[in-house]
């Protein structure tokens, strides 16, 4: 038998106000799109900016639906869409904020595991780490420098 050990190294700011200036204007705007998100039944409302490798900004928020397994998280709404409209272009940072409209998110919120399967994808395919910003309302900010500190051990298309 033998053991792994698995080391994730991340990067904490006190506060979006300490972040370097394009993240903190990417991360403004994932905080004004979490604000429209659809999120009726969990109250818990994400948004996500992707910054581009061509300058374009890429916004999403989590949508709901009765229907709960037909609902999308935020970061795959950005992700989906960025692949869509412009497919040849790498994600150079993702900038995802959190909010309960029942009680306040100090936290930083991390992608959920599906998000993290798909972010894995999109960073495997440009074969360049996005580098990957959470916070919750407020409070503090965690950068990751690649998805692969989320989610170590991860699956994509070499196992097929």
Do not use: H
Not at 94 to 116: E, K, W
């Amino acid at each position: 038998m033998k053991e792994i050990n698995i080391k994730t190294t991340f990067t904490v700011f006190a506060s979006a106000s300490e972040l370097p200036q394009d993240v903190q204007d990417l991360m403004q705007q994932a905080v004004d799109i979490r604000k429209k998100a659809y999120a009726p039944y969990s109250k818990f409302r994400v948004g996500t900016a992707l910054l581009l490798d061509n300058g374009k900004i890429v916004l999403g928020s989590n949508q709901e639906n009765a229907a709960y397994p037909s609902g999308l998280c935020a970061e795959r709404v950005a992700i989906f869409q960025s692949g869509a409209i412009y497919p040849e272009a790498k994600i150079l940072k993702l900038a995802v904020t959190a909010a309960s409209d029942t009680n306040t998110t100090l936290s930083p919120i991390p992608p959920c595991g599906a998000c993290r399967q798909s972010i894995s994808e999109y960073e495997f395919k440009q074969d360049t780490p996005i580098e990957i910003y959470f916070m919750g309302e407020r409070g503090e900010v965690y950068k990751s420098d690649s998805i692969t500190n989320l989610l170590p051990l991860s699956f994509d298309k070499k196992f097929l």
